[in-house]
């Protein structure tokens, strides 16, 4: 349970797992989502290197499909020493896709919260804005003041 702006929100989270063996199966977890972590290993440059192939992934399958979709990335593990992935590098690649970068760790409950509250954010405002273009494209019936004459 997160509150964003007054608002409570109740985070349903699916870990797809990133390993090749989910891949065939992953996207159906995809349809109907709010948002999406993309997650790395920082000791594992591999995983940080497959993070091209989740977003374009998920970006694709994800309906609709928008470039701007609620997203954060989060470099984890960063409580070990044995680092492969440098914290300037995860950014520029974040900054360049304009999706917001954290640092954690899951072990010692480092950003993880800042982490979900943002993400969260951006899916409530998007979900807003939603709404408001659903109800700003609404069709207003409004009566005649004259009735209209009678023909054929």
Not at 86 to 99: F, G, P, Q, R, Y
Request: glycine share 4%; hydrophobic share 35%.
């Amino acid at each position: 349970m997160v509150v964003v702006d007054n608002t409570t929100l109740k985070l349903q989270i699916w870990d797809t797992g990133g390993q090749e063996r989910f891949r065939s199966m992953v996207s159906t977890f995809y349809k109907g989502a709010d948002a999406c972590v993309l997650a790395f290993d920082v000791t594992d440059k591999d995983s940080f290197e497959s993070l091209n192939y989740w977003r374009k992934d998920f970006l694709q399958k994800v309906t609709p499909t928008e470039q701007n979709f609620p997203m954060v990335v989060l470099g984890n593990k960063i409580d070990l020493k044995k680092r492969e992935v440098s914290k300037e590098e995860a950014t520029l690649w974040c900054v360049k896709k304009n999706i917001a970068y954290f640092e954690v760790s899951a072990k010692d409950d480092i950003n993880v919260v800042q982490a979900f509250e943002t993400l969260s954010k951006q899916a409530l405002s998007r979900y807003r804005g939603t709404i408001e273009s659903y109800l700003t494209d609404s069709i207003k019936l409004i009566p005649e003041d004259e009735p209209r004459k009678k023909c054929c």
